[in-house]
């Protein structure tokens, strides 16, 4: 005999979607467990891509735990992309610790993109931050290498629009560059590193962050290069350079007077030469004229000669006169 299995299977499948779209079993557990949801509104949630399931069980934690939250606003913080059970745990951590958080508030920090279980954990118990390596000189020009550990805390209420931990670190850091940059001496701070923490500590660096810094602790610190040194022995090769680039402007410029000097001494000796060259002319055109004679011509070589010897005499192998005539 056969039996039709097809009416079963479509009885099974209208089973199926009628307990899909109303959990009956999700809204007994809700009613035991002290929740007021309807089944209508459990539909709802399906008609709305709403997933009963986490927003019931969100109730029941929330209800349990003592906090009065209606399952309207779970499912408007879920339709806009929030993490409610995230927001439930941080509320009941909140309420057991006596921290001041509504559930406007939470979600508002949840859709910022924050985890707000992990800053009410950070509240409660506060974290530690470790610094890179901030590098500072102080006044005497060793450079000192200091690592720090900031203890923050989250503040809840500037943790929207708060700024993050790049921001606490890169202020710490201005801060210990500020501080060692103040010290005469390196051996100040080697002394007293606590100096550093309270000036760092009393610039009020955390505010307009999302923590709030309760100490900052000097966890190590290095010395680092001589600077000061590096500098002095780097403007004294700066200076050498330009001296010495002065000097061979100097060098140079002499070089070119003296060049100057010798042209001019040759051309000075050029024209005695050329004067020289016209004393047989005159002396010619004197004899022609009448105006010179023999005896007066030998009286003039006479002096020549006389003149020559007495330079020969007081500068013996030096050039002597040689006039022509």
């Known amino acids: 005999m056969n039996v039709p299995f097809a009416p079963f299977i479509i009885a099974a499948i209208a089973l199926l979607v009628f307990l899909y779209f109303f959990p009956i079993s999700l809204w007994i557990t809700a009613i035991f467990s002290g929740v007021r949801v309807s ?6 949630m399906r008609v709305r891509k709403v997933s ?3 927003i019931v069980n969100s109730l029941i934690t929330a209800t349990k735990a003592g ?3 209606t399952s309207n606003e779970l499912e408007t913080h879920y339709l806009a992309g929030g993490n409610v059970p995230n927001v439930i745990k ?23 993109g924050r985890n707000v279980f992990e800053a009410v954990t950070t509240s409660v118990n506060p974290k530690v931050i470790n610094t890179p390596n901030v590098a500072a000189v102080s006044q005497d020009g060793i450079q000192l290498i200091v690592i720090a550990r900031v203890t923050v805390r989250a503040n809840i209420t500037q943790l929207v629009g708060g700024a993050g931990e790049e921001t606490i670190l890169a202020r710490v850091g201005e801060g210990i560059v500020t501080s060692i940059g103040s010290s005469v001496s390196h051996k100040e ?3 007293n590193p606590d100096k550093i923490s309270k000036l760092v500590l009393s610039k009020g660096l955390d505010a307009g962050t999302a923590f709030e810094i309760l100490s900052i602790d000097i966890a190590d610190i290095d010395i680092g290069e001589n ?6 022995i780097d403007q004294a090769t700066a200076d050498l350079k330009v001296a010495e680039a002065k000097a061979e402007e100097r060098r140079a410029m002499a070089v070119a007077v003296e060049q100057e000097n010798r042209a001019k001494t040759q051309e000075a000796k050029a024209s005695v030469v050329q004067a020289e060259a016209e004393i047989p002319k005159a002396i010619a055109d004197a004899f022609r004229s009448g105006n010179l004679g023999v005896m007066d011509y030998y009286k003039m070589r006479n002096v020549q000669a006389d003149t020559d010897m007495r330079d020969s005499i007081a500068n ?5 006169s ?3 005539s």
């Open 39 to 44: 089944l209508f509104q459990l539909v709802l």
């Open 52 to 54: 009963p399931t986490l």
């Open 67 to 69: 906090l009065h939250i």
């Open 90 to 112: 941080a509320l009941i951590s909140a309420d057991k610790a006596n921290i001041p958080l509504d559930f406007k508030q939470a979600t508002a920090i949840d859709l910022a």
């Open 189 to 191: 701070v080697l002394e």
């Open 227 to 232: 600077i000061g040194a590096k500098l002095q």
């Open 316 to 320: 013996p192998g030096g050039p002597t």
């Open 322 to 324: 040689n006039t022509k």
